[in-house]
């Protein structure tokens, strides 16, 4: 056993989805290196894995260069809430692009094999419904979203050409939104915020009209669809959407969230933020006959098992 674990390095390894992806390689028998800056991540979502003598959590920051010896790179480090990746613009800039250049050497030097974590913000505000790989997106190089954005797609280039000038085994994933246990509660992201608020009995922040779509992936398909992906042969480079399918307007997901919370709460309309795509949904068929992966969980299940994570979350702070 000992002879055939992989030793694996997950980067944002405290955050939201790197905590579960550090939690499934572990349970499949690898020896898992997070490494994390703790921006956005948190000791308490890695806690309950450091009995194992399998896990090794590095405070570490990836716009730095990494000295390891690993077989596989999951790169996920990165601010992914709206307001978190714009509190410091510059530096989501440089985590991605800087990040994408230290980890993309680290796997040339090692010959590891390496993922990335991009996402369907690169198609910006799409223009194609659903997005297939091939859409080369609508983003606004300037406005407040585009650190973000510009950063993941330069991080895909930067992996394409590691892969053509290289040889570097890359995989690319575009991950959709994605929801479940683990997400910070004050990260303002839809999903948690809108729980948050019905728990509390609080107003229900809905931005502009709340016409607007998305599709929401529990953690649990999405984790499946990555370990799916780095399991791949070397010609299967991506890019590949990761992501659910079933789509839905905000407002109706607000609704949702009230009736399954049987909350008081009111919605309230705040201002769109700007560049707030208007439409997003991935098509999946390339992941489907891949991967022969598609996500399991539908959104009424996963929307009770994050409603119960954020209720003993609220439980303890009161009791705190
Ligand atoms: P998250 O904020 O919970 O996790 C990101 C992690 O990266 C955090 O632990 C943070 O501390 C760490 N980090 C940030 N900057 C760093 C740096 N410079 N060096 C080291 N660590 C750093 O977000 P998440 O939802 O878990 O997202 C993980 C990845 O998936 C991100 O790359 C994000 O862009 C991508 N993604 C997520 C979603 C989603 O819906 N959750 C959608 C699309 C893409
Ligand atoms: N949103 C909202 N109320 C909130 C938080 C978000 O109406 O309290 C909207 C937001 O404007 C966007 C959608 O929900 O249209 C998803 O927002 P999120 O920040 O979760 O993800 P992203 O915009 O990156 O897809």
């Given at each position: 056993?000992?002879?055939?674990?992989?030793?694996?390095?997950?980067?944002?390894?405290?955050g939201?989805?790197?905590?579960?992806?550090?939690?499934?390689?572990?349970?499949e028998?690898?020896d898992?290196?997070?490494?994390?800056?703790?921006?956005?991540?948190r000791?308490?979502?890695?806690?309950h894995?450091?009995?194992?003598?399998?896990?090794?959590a590095?405070r570490?920051?990836?716009?730095?260069?990494?000295?390891?010896?690993?077989d596989?790179?999951?790169?996920l480090?990165?601010?992914?809430?709206?307001?978190?990746?714009?509190?410091?613009p510059v530096q989501?800039?440089?985590?991605?692009v800087?990040?994408?250049?230290?980890?993309?050497?680290?796997?040339?030097?090692?010959?590891?094999?390496?993922?990335?974590?991009?996402?369907?913000?690169?198609?910006?505000?799409?223009?194609?419904h659903?997005?297939?790989?091939?859409y080369?997106g609508?983003?606004?190089?300037?406005?407040?979203?585009?650190?973000y954005?510009?950063?993941?797609r330069?991080?895909?280039?930067?992996f394409?050409?590691?892969?053509?000038?290289?040889?570097?085994?890359?995989?690319?994933?575009?991950?959709?939104?994605?929801?479940g246990?683990?997400?910070?509660?004050?990260d303002?992201?839809?999903?948690?915020n809108?729980?948050?608020?019905?728990?509390?009995?609080?107003?229900?922040?809905?931005?502009?009209?709340?016409?607007?779509?998305?599709?929401?992936?529990?953690?649990?398909?999405?984790?499946?669809?990555?370990?799916?992906?780095?399991?791949?042969?070397?010609?299967?480079?991506?890019?590949?959407?990761?992501?659910?399918?079933?789509?839905?307007?905000?407002v109706?997901?607000?609704?949702?969230?009230?009736?399954?919370?049987?909350?008081?709460?009111k919605?309230?309309?705040?201002?769109?933020?700007?560049?707030d795509?208007?439409?997003?949904?991935?098509?999946?068929?390339?992941a489907?006959?891949?991967?022969?992966?598609?996500?399991?969980?539908?959104?009424?299940?996963g929307l009770?098992?994050?409603?119960?994570?954020f209720?003993?979350v609220?439980?303890?702070?009161?009791?705190h």
């Amino acid at each position: 056993m000992t002879l055939t674990r992989k030793r694996v390095l997950v980067t944002g390894g405290a955050g939201f989805l790197g905590s579960h992806l550090c939690e499934r390689l572990l349970d499949e028998g690898n020896d898992v290196l997070c490494v994390d800056n703790y921006f956005t991540g948190r000791k308490d979502n890695i806690a309950h894995l450091l009995d194992s003598k399998y896990f090794e959590a590095h405070r570490h920051d990836v716009t730095l260069p990494l000295y390891v010896e690993v077989d596989e790179i999951y790169n996920l480090a990165c601010p992914a809430s709206p307001i978190h990746y714009q509190f410091d613009p510059v530096q989501t800039t440089k985590t991605s692009v800087l990040g994408a250049i230290n980890m993309l050497g680290l796997a040339k030097r090692v010959g590891a094999r390496i993922l990335q974590s991009s996402t369907s913000e690169v198609y910006g505000d799409p223009a194609v419904h659903p997005q297939t790989e091939d859409y080369r997106g609508n983003v606004n190089p300037l406005g407040p979203r585009a650190c973000y954005d510009e950063g993941k797609r330069c991080a895909e280039t930067l992996f394409f050409d590691y892969h053509r000038q290289h040889k570097t085994h890359i995989k690319v994933a575009r991950v959709f939104n994605t929801y479940g246990p683990r997400m910070h509660p004050n990260d303002g992201r839809v999903v948690s915020n809108f729980i948050v608020q019905a728990l509390r009995g609080d107003d229900i922040t809905l931005y502009g009209d709340g016409r607007q779509t998305r599709a929401f992936c529990y953690v649990d398909d999405l984790i499946d669809g990555l370990i799916r992906l780095m399991g791949t042969p070397a010609d299967v480079v991506g890019p590949m959407n990761i992501g659910n399918p079933h789509e839905i307007s905000v407002v109706d997901l607000a609704e949702q969230v009230i009736r399954m919370t049987k909350s008081t709460s009111k919605i309230v309309f705040r201002p769109l933020p700007q560049d707030d795509p208007t439409q997003r949904c991935p098509d999946i068929g390339y992941a489907n006959r891949t991967l022969g992966w598609e996500p399991r969980i539908p959104l009424d299940v996963g929307l009770q098992r994050t409603i119960s994570y954020f209720e003993s979350v609220i439980a303890q702070r009161l009791e705190h």
